[in-house]
């Protein structure tokens, strides 16, 4: 029960991806709708070449102006295609977009579908297994025994495995494809994270190493100045002492035996 449990949880988590889907499918109908306003604006080239005379010019500055906008909206780089080349161009691409998440909207029902009745059968095989197990299904009749029950039961479970097995599978690939699509700008956020923390990083770095050596060099300093004191003290001292020890000596000589 817990396993079927878990996948009712796994299935309700694959909502949002059709949710995704679906507005995907939203946002390339704008488009097209959007395609189809600039092409009344642009017209055919004779229509054009008809109507250049008299169109304003002001009008006309304004009808490039959003047709340059639009493809850049539509992601067409600037060259020297024309205008309405470049738009026809850009609006099979994004019909082939359409038909593509079109697709992806289909599998991703159909998947839906098939998780509800995976789901559906695990219900079924997992209360089967229940009342198996609780004892409500074992009645022991003249033509069957224990056994036979206890077969089914496991037939039953396993049954229940291999089902589990496959609503996985189909789970992990609709999870992967969505994980895929949602983690790649993610990714990218923390790749430049992590850059901007090593570089931070790195300028600490310097900053310690800096700080490190000029207490370095203040400590070989202090070190240099005590030794140099230790020395003299020590010179002193050897001057001092000698002339004392010499007369010692020289004073034990002159005693009699």
Same mark, same amino acid.
């Given at each position: ?78 060259? !020297? #295609?024309? $205008?309405? /080349? %470049?738009?026809? *161009? =850009?609006? @099979? ?5 359409? &038909? ?42 003249? !033509? #069957?025994? $224990?056994? /036979? %029950?206890?077969? *089914? =039961?496991? @037939? ?5 495995? &291999? ?95």
């Amino acid at each position: 029960m817990g396993g079927a449990m878990q996948r009712k949880l796994d299935d309700a988590e694959a909502e949002p991806l059709l949710q995704q889907c679906r507005q995907m499918a939203s946002d390339m109908e704008a488009l097209r709708r959007s395609e189809q306003r600039y092409r009344a604006l642009v017209g055919d080239d004779d229509a054009g070449d008809r109507c250049a005379d008299r169109e304003d010019p002001s009008t006309r500055a304004q009808c490039l102006h959003g047709i340059e906008s639009a493809l850049a909206a539509l992601g067409v780089e600037e060259s !020297e #295609e024309p $205008a309405a /080349a %470049a738009i026809m *161009r =850009a609006a @099979e691409e994004a019909r082939a977009r359409e &038909e593509e998440l079109h697709d992806r909207l289909d599998e991703s029902a159909a998947r839906g579908r098939a998780l509800e009745s995976k789901l559906s059968e695990l219900t079924r095989a997992a209360d089967t297994l229940q009342r198996a197990l609780d004892g409500s299904v074992l009645a022991v009749g003249d !033509e #069957e025994d $224990a056994s /036979a %029950a206890g077969d *089914r =039961a496991v @037939e039953a479970l396993k049954r229940l495995c &291999e089902d589990s097995v496959t609503a996985s599978a189909v789970m992990g690939g609709a999870m992967q494809r969505k994980l895929d699509d949602a983690e790649a700008e993610p990714l990218l956020q923390q790749c430049r994270q992590m850059a901007s923390d090593m570089e931070a990083l790195r300028r600490s770095e310097q900053r310690y190493r800096a700080l490190v050596g000029d207490e370095m060099r203040v400590t070989a300093v202090r070190t240099a100045r005590t030794l140099r004191r230790a020395r003299s003290a020590c010179t002193v001292s050897s001057l001092r002492w000698l002339p004392l020890a010499w007369r010692r000596v020289k004073s034990q000589r002159q005693r009699p035996s």
